[in-house]
């Protein structure tokens, strides 16, 4: 009985080394997949368009390089162009505009829309005085770094990354990842048909009309692209900046999702289509936490804001969304994106501020005019009954 015992000890020892020998050799084939798929993903990444950027021309403030709170984010800005034959350079205007601000500790990813018609500071002249436009005019004037100056100048920001792509890569995209499910309204179908004729001249690629009904429709990579593109509703420009936000997140969600292979084909077919300043090394690093990043909330900036005919003739025909005001919205954004930091807008900020309610006439008073949403319907209905004469809005 002891020899018997003896030897069950002994092959229950040989057991555990064989299966430590197992669990090892399996945790060394895992990290080898890891490395080579890295290494692949690499070597895929020659295929994008990299320009260098002097991030010190990109007006991050000496305030907020020394923010600790925002240091602990990384923000990118995210373009997209309406380009229709692949050039991202300067000239084309920036349709899309979003913030993405990452928080590094929790992986949380906020998406704040920039609407493309915001009158902000979009450079200066030789001599040093401000250059007041719609901030989708810097990208197009100033290219990527002028669009992220644009940004960081007026609203205080550290945006260090800049990624632009066009109609192609989106397209491309989501219809390598399956498509996308979308609840359209009748209206929305209409104008989605009309816009992807454009689109699939642009992009080449096919697309089914959707039947005019009301409800969830499966949309396929032009469909998409065209949904996004959508203004002609209720809500107008703001309505399609929620819109290419709601497509930024579900594309998001499938890619975690994907297969190797899928990935495979994204990266072969979208990655000509991009331009960024990040490096491989960036990029490799965002791709492995991919998984576990979360958009957890998302919003349009400015936050109170006017626009219409009245705005127009104030601006001397310039059909343009005014902040109201510019600084008071960059606090609120402050507030949205670090709610942490007990923020308090820049000299710089004050002034373009300043700047604005003299050229627009609209002030902080006027905020009481603007919708807690942002949809102007207050405002509308004020200025409509003035123009009544009864004070209605009826």
Same mark, same amino acid.
């Given at each position: 009985?002891?020899?018997?015992?003896?030897?069950?000890?002994?092959?229950?020892?040989?057991?555990?080394?064989?299966?430590?020998?197992?669990?090892?050799?399996?945790?060394?084939?895992?990290?080898?997949?890891?490395?080579?798929?890295?290494?692949?993903?690499?070597?895929?990444?020659?295929?994008?368009?990299?320009?260098?950027?002097?991030?010190?021309?990109?007006?991050?403030?000496?305030?907020?390089?020394?923010?600790?709170?925002?240091?602990?984010?990384?923000?990118?800005?995210?373009?997209?162009?309406?380009?229709?034959?692949?050039?991202?350079?300067?000239?084309?205007?920036?349709?899309?505009?979003?913030?993405?601000?990452?928080?590094?500790?929790?992986?949380? /990813?906020?998406?704040?829309? *920039?609407?493309?018609?915001?009158? +902000?500071?979009? =450079?200066? @002249? #030789? !001599?040093?005085?401000?250059?007041?436009?719609?901030?989708?005019?810097?990208?197009?004037?100033?290219?990527?770094?002028?669009?992220?100056?644009?940004?960081?100048?007026?609203?205080?920001?550290?945006?260090?990354?800049?990624?632009? /792509?066009?109609?192609?890569? *989106?397209?491309?995209?989501?219809? +390598?990842?399956? =498509?996308? @499910? #979308? !609840?359209?309204?009748?209206?929305?179908?209409?104008?989605?048909?009309?816009?992807?004729?454009?689109?699939?001249?642009?992009?080449?690629?096919?697309?089914?009309?959707?039947?005019?009904?009301?409800?969830?429709?499966?949309?396929?990579?032009?469909?998409?692209?065209?949904?996004?593109?959508?203004?002609?509703?209720? =809500?107008? @420009?703001?309505?399609?900046?929620?819109?290419?936000?709601?497509?930024?997140?579900?594309?998001?969600?499938?890619?975690?999702?994907?297969?190797?292979?899928?990935?495979?084909?994204?990266?072969?077919?979208?990655?000509?289509?991009?331009?960024?300043?990040?490096?491989?090394?960036?990029?490799?690093?965002?791709?492995?936490?991919?998984?576990?990043?979360?958009?957890?909330?998302?919003?349009?900036?400015?936050?109170?804001?006017?626009?219409?005919?009245?705005?127009?003739?104030?601006?001397?025909?310039?059909?343009?969304?005014?902040?109201?005001?510019?600084?008071?919205?960059?606090?609120?954004?402050?507030?949205?994106?670090?709610?942490?930091?007990?923020?308090?807008?820049?000299?710089?900020?004050?002034?373009?501020?300043?700047?604005?309610?003299?050229?627009?006439?609209?002030?902080?008073?006027?905020?009481?005019?603007?919708?807690?949403?942002?949809?102007?319907?207050?405002?509308?209905?004020?200025?409509?009954?003035?123009?009544?004469?009864?004070?209605?809005?009826?």
């Amino acid at each position: 009985m002891a020899d018997k015992k003896t030897m069950t000890k002994k092959q229950r020892r040989i057991r555990r080394k064989r299966r430590r020998r197992r669990i090892l050799f399996a945790l060394e084939i895992l990290v080898l997949l890891v490395l080579v798929g890295c290494l692949f993903v690499y070597a895929k990444l020659n295929s994008l368009d990299f320009v260098n950027i002097d991030l010190s021309n990109i007006g991050i403030s000496d305030t907020v390089k020394n923010n600790e709170v925002m240091q602990g984010y990384t923000t990118i800005g995210l373009v997209g162009v309406d380009s229709r034959d692949g050039d991202l350079e300067t000239g084309t205007n920036s349709d899309t505009m979003i913030i993405a601000s990452i928080n590094n500790d929790t992986k949380e /990813v906020k998406l704040v829309s *920039v609407y493309r018609d915001t009158y +902000l500071r979009i =450079g200066e @002249d #030789e !001599e040093g005085n401000g250059i007041y436009n719609k901030a989708n005019s810097a990208y197009a004037k100033y290219g990527p770094e002028g669009f992220m100056r644009m940004l960081n100048s007026n609203m205080d920001l550290n945006v260090t990354y800049f990624v632009t /792509v066009d109609f192609q890569a *989106v397209a491309e995209a989501v219809e +390598l990842l399956g =498509g996308i @499910d #979308e !609840e359209l309204s009748e209206e929305e179908i209409i104008h989605l048909n009309n816009y992807c004729k454009e689109t699939s001249e642009v992009t080449g690629m096919d697309y089914e009309p959707l039947d005019e009904v009301a409800g969830v429709h499966h949309l396929n990579g032009v469909q998409t692209v065209a949904y996004a593109r959508i203004r002609y509703t209720v =809500g107008d @420009d703001f309505r399609r900046a929620a819109r290419q936000r709601e497509v930024i997140y579900k594309i998001v969600e499938k890619a975690k999702n994907a297969d190797v292979g899928t990935l495979t084909k994204i990266l072969d077919k979208v990655f000509p289509s991009i331009k960024t300043n990040m490096t491989k090394a960036d990029i490799l690093s965002m791709g492995l936490s991919m998984i576990s990043y979360d958009i957890v909330d998302q919003a349009g900036f400015p936050h109170d804001h006017v626009y219409g005919e009245n705005v127009k003739n104030a601006m001397n025909g310039l059909d343009c969304v005014v902040p109201v005001t510019l600084e008071s919205n960059v606090i609120w954004l402050h507030q949205f994106l670090y709610p942490e930091d007990a923020y308090e807008p820049s000299e710089n900020v004050k002034a373009y501020s300043n700047r604005i309610i003299e050229t627009s006439g609209y002030s902080l008073e006027d905020q009481l005019s603007v919708s807690e949403d942002g949809s102007l319907a207050a405002y509308r209905e004020i200025v409509e009954g003035e123009e009544n004469g009864d004070g209605s809005g009826e």
